[in-house]
C-alpha cells in the first residue's frame, strides 16, 4: 500500500455530525493507536486494555457533555474503509441500532487495531505516520493541545509537523493590539525589551470548528490562561465576565491565578473593537467548558478591571 492510498483512507473517516458539536471519538482513538504502533506493541489490542485509556482521553478532550462512550469508537472504525478490524472469537451481542452491548466487549474479549496493510505502510515509514498524527490533531482541537494529547496516546513526534496550520499571519498581532498587549483574564503583560513574551491570541472557538481569525473571536491570553480556555477549565459567561469550572480545583497559586478570577469582568478590547461574539462564547460554553461553573468569588463591588490589572 503506498502514503497516498493510506492518506486517503484515513480522510475518508466517517465522523457524528450534528451541526457545531464537537465528535473527536474516533480521531483519540486512531491517535492512541499511532502511539502504540509507534512504540511496537501489538497490532491489535483488547477491547479491555484499551477501554480506560480511550476514556481517560475522552473525558479530558473529548465532549465535555454527557457519558462518554469508549465502545463506540472501538467498533464503529470498522465501518470506514480499510483502516480498522475487529477479531472476536465469538459473535459480539448488539443493540438494535448496530451498537455493541459493552458487557459483551468484555465478556468476549474482543480485539481491535489497524488492519495489516495499513500497520505494516506506518510501521515503516515515521514521516507518514506523524503526517497522519498531524492532520488528527488539527482536524479536532487548538495547537495549545497537541502536545498534551501526544504525551497522553504515547506519541513521539515533531510539533512541528504537528501544528501546522493554515492562519491569517497578522491575527496575533492584531489581537495583541486590540487587548493593548496584556492578557484579558490577569492582566498580565510582560516584555523582553519592546517584545511581549508568554501572550498568546487564542481562539474562542476553535479553527478546527470553523472559528475565524476575528477579533470578535479571540483573546489576547497568557500561556496559562490560554491553556485554560482550551481545557474548558475557564471560558467566558454572555456578560463578559470570567467562568471557572467546578472541576478544576488547587491550592495556593492554582486558587490565586484560577479559581479566584471566578465572576471577574474580562478585559475588554479598545474602545471602538468589537467585544466577544455572544455565538462564539456559546459554542466554547457547549462544546469545550468542562462542567458547571463556579459561583462568583466576592470582590470590592467598586472593581471595574479583573484581578491583576491596574487602573
Not at 512504540?39 to 473525558?59: D, I, N, Q, Y
Request: proline residues 6%; contains cysteine; negative net charge.
Amino acid at each position: 500500500m503506498n502514503d497516498d492510498e493510506v492518506l486517503r483512507r484515513f480522510s475518508g473517516i466517517r465522523r457524528w455530525r450534528a451541526g457545531e458539536h464537537r465528535a473527536p471519538h474516533k480521531p483519540l482513538l486512531l491517535l492512541l493507536a499511532l502511539g502504540r504502533l509507534q512504540a511496537g506493541k501489538e497490532r491489535l489490542v483488547s477491547f479491555v486494555e484499551v477501554e480506560e485509556p480511550l476514556r481517560r482521553l475522552l473525558e479530558q478532550y473529548g465532549h465535555p457533555r454527557g457519558r462518554q462512550r469508549p465502545e463506540y469508537p472501538f467498533w464503529r472504525l470498522s465501518s470506514d474503509e480499510g483502516i480498522w478490524e475487529i477479531e472476536s472469537s465469538h459473535p459480539v451481542e448488539v443493540t438494535s441500532a448496530g451498537d455493541p452491548r459493552l458487557s459483551s466487549l468484555r465478556r468476549e474479549d474482543v480485539r481491535g487495531g489497524f488492519t495489516a496493510e495499513v500497520a505494516e505502510t506506518l510501521s515503516g515509514n515515521s514521516a507518514l505516520l506523524e503526517r497522519i498524527a498531524g492532520d488528527l490533531l488539527t482536524s479536532q482541537f487548538p495547537p495549545s493541545l497537541h502536545e498534551d494529547i501526544c504525551d497522553a496516546v504515547g506519541l513521539r513526534t515533531s510539533l512541528q509537523l504537528v501544528t501546522r496550520q493554515r492562519r491569517d499571519p497578522d491575527f496575533r498581532i492584531e489581537v495583541l493590539r486590540a487587548y493593548e498587549y496584556r492578557c484579558a483574564m490577569c492582566g498580565y503583560d510582560g516584555k523582553l525589551d519592546a517584545a511581549s513574551v508568554g501572550l498568546d491570541a487564542a481562539h474562542i472557538r476553535w479553527w478546527a470548528y470553523a472559528g475565524p481569525d476575528a477579533i470578535d473571536n479571540a483573546l489576547a491570553l497568557c500561556a496559562l490562561h490560554h491553556r485554560a480556555l482550551d481545557r474548558g477549565v475557564v471560558g467566558v459567561s454572555e456578560d463578559l465576565r470570567i467562568a471557572v469550572s467546578r472541576r478544576f480545583h488547587g491550592g495556593g497559586r492554582a486558587r490565586e491565578l484560577i479559581i479566584d478570577l471566578a465572576g471577574a469582568p474580562l478585559g475588554r478590547p479598545q474602545s471602538g473593537l468589537p467585544t466577544p461574539a455572544i455565538d462564539h462564547i456559546g459554542w466554547h460554553r457547549s462544546e469545550v467548558f468542562q462542567g458547571d461553573e463556579r459561583p462568583a468569588v466576592p470582590i470590592d463591588a467598586a472593581a471595574e478591571e479583573p484581578r491583576g490589572y491596574t487602573t
